[in-house]
């Protein structure tokens, strides 16, 4: 599956949260409200999720495998490094 375009939206606010993404996969599929987090060991991605009953998030959409967690979180990053609110056209074939 590759990432066709990454959309990185600014929070302009104090605290942990940094940007709000939409990633399209295969110009078929988007994901909205991927998380920019600013985390001890570095920023990092949180998928969009809801909240259960029981006050626990649970995530709506989410990478299956490690390894395109990691290459998409490495995608996102590097989008949001850019400091662009255009979007970014990703050539990533896996």
């Known amino acids: 599956m590759d990432i066709s375009e990454v959309r990185v939206r600014k929070v302009n606010q104090s605290g942990k949260l940094k940007a709000y993404v939409t990633v399209t996969f295969d110009n078929q599929f988007v994901v909205h409200n991927i998380k920019i987090i600013?985390?001890?060991?570095?920023?990092?991605i949180a998928m969009p999720s809801r909240q259960l009953a029981n006050g626990e998030f649970k995530d709506v959409a989410h990478p299956i495998s490690s390894e395109f967690r990691d290459h998409l979180q490495k995608v996102v990053m590097e989008a949001y490094a850019s400091e662009s609110e255009n979007p970014v056209l990703v050539d990533d074939s896996l």
């Open 38 to 44: 600013e985390g001890k060991e570095g920023d990092f």
